[in-house]
């Protein structure tokens, strides 16, 4: 029996009702406990299942229950014997209260119940240690129904690429689905998979190929739903089922069904703003702040602002807006944009130090129709300082970039520097002095010059240059480092900030599109196999290259070699395998009684032919090993009684294992604990697999007293057993005068 601690909280306070002028006759105040519900985890349990049961109780009298601490609160009588329960900790349970037998007890073990439909008894205070106004309504029968183990599929998700369909886009769905059950799901081969319910009729779908889904198995597919044109704009119910056809029975036939929103929209263009720039970045008081906003159109038809009306809009923090007018260009499909120039933002001396939130808007008035009109804004924060006491300039440099951005050693790579006066004061360089320099990875440097003009506060200015000549570099990764004012030609606030370390990334020559096949994992059912077993193996298979893989249909997709010779395997059925993409497949391997005990190496193999072109012909196989091991006998004593009044007692002990057991003389049983003594038992025992065979343990001469028989086969493990932790057996005696 396991018992369970339970901790209840008091309420914190009462609710008492007053009816003037009524008079009832002052009762006695007393407790009534009942159990309102219990609950099992999980809800729709098979055999397979560990089976949790909470309870849910309530205190309907009128007055405070006290069930003694240490004492049963609740109790759950089990269909098979034995119950669990909850113990109290012994607070008062106040009138109306309502409380639960904390994180509920194991009502079933795995394996321990027939499939069926149970009666479980659930009662409060089951030892009548508080007293109640009833103590009659303590019980609640409830049913709890055990199914056999199944597959149970789900369609866990449903997604849309592209994610933001337009009218003009052709629509794919994936559809992610799932074995929630606890045995392996079968489709028939040919059969579908699953399908998606089309808006305007039809439907798109995935074939089955047959093999088994094994438990708790996540697995995908993907076709077409909608072509371009075919909807008119709006929202769409899609209804995706897995098992349309309910051609493989599971536990729950009622969850195979996922509805998802598809929303379709009309082509037109959407105005967003991606970014706002604060020049200086870190203003003071003292400072007069620009603002550039960087747009883009990410619809798919061109926009068009009136030329003339406003394009973009910040509105000021203390009132009024700045903002750019368009010029009644049109701005192509996926087009980043600037406010040109920028704008006063903020003029010297009109802000107190603080931080702003900045809205900012393009099209702000609305000119443009666009197929969003709910993502125009963009808010940013503007934070203020205090000025700061001295005007000096600081040089840093912000970004360094390069050209290609994803270079390989055929390429010849520019590095573009981006570099800011983030100071208070104009920063001159003398003319013909380096402006900034870059290192190159293999020695020597390169440069810019400078013209010699002031930069003043909160500018960013931009330099470049050849960095890498083609082949001069292996692929690797190198740390550039990039500095303004290389030789501190201009004296500066902080002159410890003018270096920037950036990673270079040279890669080898983009290769072409391949597939490469490996097998990720092989298992066995059962996973510890005996010689009277039949085991199948489930193989794991992925496409870890960057191409589809395809192998000819009717090929062998996979094989695996017997431990006895010969092979099993199954046919591709011709379907592209998309990159990234893992399936499975499943078939017997060994018949029962084909291997005697030991273990083996399985080289699992796919593509075994090599039918498809693969980036690394040489890791599409793995070697697992599979272990058979032999039948073994399982003793265990299976009675234990008392013989009469005296001290005696029978003892029977059954084979429940598999195999013989074949005993050495004078090596049976052994009693001990109070009452030791030994049966050394026939010259030999042969137990066959489910016999039993019954001893007597016998103590002459003892005083009246209760003794303890503690029996025990196989004591000195000399057989070997499937379980050699089930051979004891206690019984306590009581014998009330000596007895021969």
């Given at each position: 029996?396991i018992h369970?601690?339970?901790?209840?909280?008091?309420?914190?306070?009462?609710?008492?009702v007053?009816?003037?002028?009524?008079?009832?006759?002052?009762?006695?105040?007393?407790?009534?406990?009942?159990?309102?519900?219990?609950?099992?985890?999980?809800?729709?349990?098979?055999?397979?299942?560990?089976?949790?049961?909470?309870?849910?109780?309530?205190?309907?009298?009128?007055?405070?229950?006290?069930?003694?601490?240490?004492?049963?609160?609740w109790?759950?009588?089990?269909?098979?014997?034995?119950?669990?329960?909850?113990?109290?900790?012994?607070?008062?349970?106040?009138?109306?209260?309502?409380?639960?037998?904390?994180?509920?007890?194991?009502?079933?073990?795995?394996?321990?119940?027939?499939?069926?439909?149970?009666?479980?008894?659930?009662?409060?205070?089951?030892?009548?240690?508080?007293?109640?106004?009833?103590?009659?309504?303590?019980?609640?029968?409830?049913?709890?129904?055990?199914?056999?183990?199944?597959?149970?599929?789900?369609?866990?998700?449903?997604?849309?690429?592209?994610?933001?369909?337009?009218?003009?886009?052709?629509?794919?769905?994936?559809?992610?689905?799932?074995?929630?059950?606890?045995?392996?799901?079968?489709?028939?081969?040919?059969?579908f998979?699953?399908?998606?319910y089309?808006?305007?009729?039809?439907?798109?779908?995935?074939?089955?190929?047959?093999?088994?889904?094994?438990?708790?198995?996540?697995?995908?597919g993907?076709?077409?739903?909608?072509?371009?044109?075919?909807?008119?704009?709006?929202?769409?119910?899609?209804?995706?089922k897995?098992?349309?056809?309910?051609?493989?029975?599971?536990?729950?036939?009622?969850?195979?069904?996922?509805?998802?929103?598809?929303?379709?929209?009309?082509?037109?263009?959407?105005?967003?703003?991606?970014?706002?720039?604060?020049?200086?970045?870190?203003?003071?008081?003292?400072?007069?702040?620009?603002?550039?906003?960087?747009?883009?159109?990410?619809?798919?038809?061109?926009?068009?602002?009136?030329?003339?009306?406003?394009?973009?809009?910040?509105?000021?923090?203390?009132?009024?807006?700045?903002?750019?007018?368009?010029?009644?260009?049109?701005?192509?499909?996926?087009?980043?944009?600037?406010?040109?120039g920028?704008?006063?933002?903020?003029?010297?001396?009109?802000?107190?130090?603080?931080?702003?939130?900045?809205?900012?808007?393009?099209?702000?008035?609305?000119?443009?129709?666009?197929?969003?009109?709910?993502?125009?804004?963009?808010?940013?924060?503007?934070?203020?300082?205090?000025?700061?006491?001295?005007?000096?300039?600081?040089?840093?440099?912000?970004?360094?970039?390069?050209?290609?951005?994803?270079?390989?050693?055929?390429d010849?790579?520019?590095?573009?520097?981006?570099?800011?006066?983030?100071?208070?004061?104009?920063?001159?360089?003398?003319?013909?002095?380096?402006?900034?320099?870059?290192?190159?990875?293999?020695?020597?440097?390169?440069?810019?010059?400078?013209?010699?003009?002031?930069?003043?506060?909160?500018?960013?200015f931009?330099?470049?240059?050849?960095?890498?000549?083609?082949?001069?570099?292996?692929?690797?990764?190198?740390?550039?480092?990039?500095?303004?004012?290389?030789?501190?030609r201009?004296?500066?606030?902080?002159?410890?900030?003018?270096?920037?370390?950036?990673s270079?990334?040279?890669?080898?020559?983009?290769?072409?599109?391949?597939?490469?096949?490996?097998?990720?994992?092989?298992?066995?059912?059962?996973?510890?196999?005996?010689?009277a077993?039949r085991?199948?193996?489930?193989?794991?298979?992925?496409?870890?290259?960057n191409g589809?893989?395809?192998?000819?249909?009717g090929?062998?997709?996979?094989?695996?070699?017997?431990?006895?010779?010969?092979?099993?395997?199954?046919?591709?059925?011709?379907?592209?395998?998309?990159?990234?993409?893992?399936?499975?497949?499943?078939?017997?391997?060994?018949?029962?009684?084909?291997?005697?005990?030991?273990?083996y190496?399985?080289?699992?193999?796919?593509?075994?032919?090599?039918?498809?072109?693969?980036?690394?012909?040489?890791?599409?196989?793995?070697?697992?090993?599979?272990?058979?091991?032999?039948?073994?006998?399982?003793?265990?004593?299976?009675?234990?009684?008392?013989?009469?009044?005296?001290?005696?007692?029978?003892?029977?002990?059954?084979?429940?294992?598999?195999?013989?057991?074949?005993?050495?003389?004078?090596?049976?049983?052994?009693?001990?604990?109070?009452?030791?003594?030994?049966?050394?038992?026939?010259?030999?025992?042969?137990?066959?697999?489910?016999?039993?065979?019954?001893?007597?343990?016998?103590?002459?001469?003892?005083?009246?007293?209760?003794?303890?028989?503690?029996?025990?086969?196989?004591?000195?493990?000399?057989l070997?057993e499937?379980?050699?932790?089930?051979?004891?057996?206690?019984?306590?005696?009581?014998?009330?005068?000596?007895?021969?």
């Amino acid at each position: 029996m396991i018992h369970l601690r339970l901790r209840f909280l008091p309420l914190a306070a009462f609710l008492l009702v007053l009816i003037p002028g009524i008079a009832q006759p002052q009762q006695a105040a007393a407790p009534d406990l009942v159990v309102m519900r219990a609950i099992f985890s999980p809800p729709n349990p098979t055999t397979a299942d560990h089976i949790m049961i909470s309870v849910e109780m309530r205190n309907q009298g009128n007055g405070a229950a006290t069930i003694p601490s240490g004492s049963f609160q609740w109790m759950a009588y089990k269909s098979v014997g034995g119950s669990v329960g909850g113990v109290s900790n012994g607070a008062p349970l106040p009138p109306g209260l309502t409380f639960m037998g904390m994180a509920g007890n194991t009502l079933v073990e795995p394996g321990t119940l027939p499939p069926g439909t149970y009666q479980i008894r659930v009662k409060v205070d089951p030892d009548n240690r508080c007293v109640e106004s009833n103590e009659n309504n303590n019980e609640l029968m409830v049913s709890l129904t055990i199914a056999p183990p199944r597959p149970d599929l789900v369609v866990t998700r449903a997604t849309f690429s592209p994610p933001h369909p337009t009218t003009a886009d052709r629509v794919i769905i994936n559809v992610e689905m799932r074995n929630l059950g606890n045995s392996a799901a079968t489709i028939p081969n040919g059969s579908f998979q699953w399908m998606a319910y089309k808006p305007v009729g039809g439907s798109a779908g995935g074939v089955s190929n047959g093999a088994p889904i094994p438990s708790g198995v996540t697995f995908m597919g993907g076709n077409t739903l909608v072509e371009p044109g075919t909807l008119q704009p709006g929202t769409y119910q899609i209804r995706v089922k897995v098992d349309p056809d309910n051609r493989c029975v599971e536990s729950n036939e009622n969850n195979n069904e996922l509805v998802v929103s598809l929303t379709i929209a009309p082509p037109g263009p959407d105005l967003v703003v991606t970014r706002a720039i604060l020049s200086p970045p870190n203003p003071t008081t003292a400072d007069r702040v620009m603002i550039n906003v960087e747009m883009r159109n990410q619809g798919n038809v061109a926009a068009t602002i009136p030329n003339a009306s406003y394009q973009w809009m910040a509105y000021k923090p203390v009132g009024g807006s700045a903002g750019g007018v368009s010029n009644g260009v049109p701005i192509g499909p996926g087009i980043t944009f600037m406010g040109m120039g920028g704008n006063p933002l903020v003029e010297p001396g009109t802000l107190q130090p603080g931080t702003y939130q900045i809205r900012v808007k393009v099209d702000p008035d609305n000119r443009c129709v666009e197929s969003n009109e709910n993502n125009n804004e963009l808010m940013v924060s503007l934070t203020i300082a205090p000025p700061p006491q001295a005007m000096a300039p600081d040089l840093v440099v912000t970004r360094a970039t390069f050209t290609p951005p994803n270079p390989t050693t055929a390429d010849r790579v520019t590095i573009n520097v981006e570099m800011r006066n983030q100071g208070n004061g104009a920063a001159t360089i003398p003319s013909g002095s380096f402006q900034w320099m870059a290192y190159k990875p293999v020695g020597g440097n390169i440069g810019g010059f400078s013209p010699g003009a002031p930069i003043p506060s909160g500018i960013t200015f931009m330099g470049g240059n050849t960095l890498v000549e083609p082949g001069t570099l292996p692929p690797g990764t190198y740390q550039i480092r990039v500095k303004v004012d290389p030789d501190n030609r201009c004296a500066e606030s902080n002159e410890n900030n003018n270096e920037l370390v950036v990673s270079l990334t040279i890669a080898q020559p983009q290769q072409a599109m391949t597939p490469d096949l490996v097998v990720t994992r092989a298992t066995f059912t059962p996973p510890n196999p005996t010689t009277a077993d039949r085991v199948m193996i489930n193989v794991e298979m992925r496409n870890q290259g960057n191409g589809a893989a395809t192998i000819p249909s009717g090929a062998p997709q996979w094989t695996a070699d017997r431990p006895v010779g010969g092979g099993v395997g199954g046919s591709s059925n011709g379907a592209p395998i998309a990159p990234g993409i893992i399936f499975t497949a499943g078939i017997a391997l060994v018949e029962p009684g084909s291997l005697q005990p030991g273990t083996y190496p399985i080289r699992v193999k796919v593509d075994p032919d090599n039918r498809c072109a693969e980036s690394n012909e040489n890791n599409n196989e793995v070697v697992v090993s599979l272990t058979i091991t032999p039948l073994l006998p399982d003793l265990v004593i299976s009675e234990m009684a008392r013989m009469g009044e005296s001290a005696n007692v029978k003892v029977t002990v059954m084979n429940q294992g598999l195999g013989t057991a074949n005993f050495p003389a004078n090596s049976l049983i052994v009693g001990g604990g109070d009452l030791s003594t030994q049966y050394a038992g026939n010259q030999g025992e042969i137990f066959g697999p489910g016999v039993s065979k019954t001893y007597m343990l016998t103590k002459m001469n003892l005083q009246a007293g209760t003794f303890t028989w503690k029996t025990t086969v196989d004591p000195d493990r000399k057989l070997m057993e499937t379980d050699e932790n089930n051979n004891e057996k206690t019984i306590t005696v009581t014998v009330k005068k000596d007895k021969d």
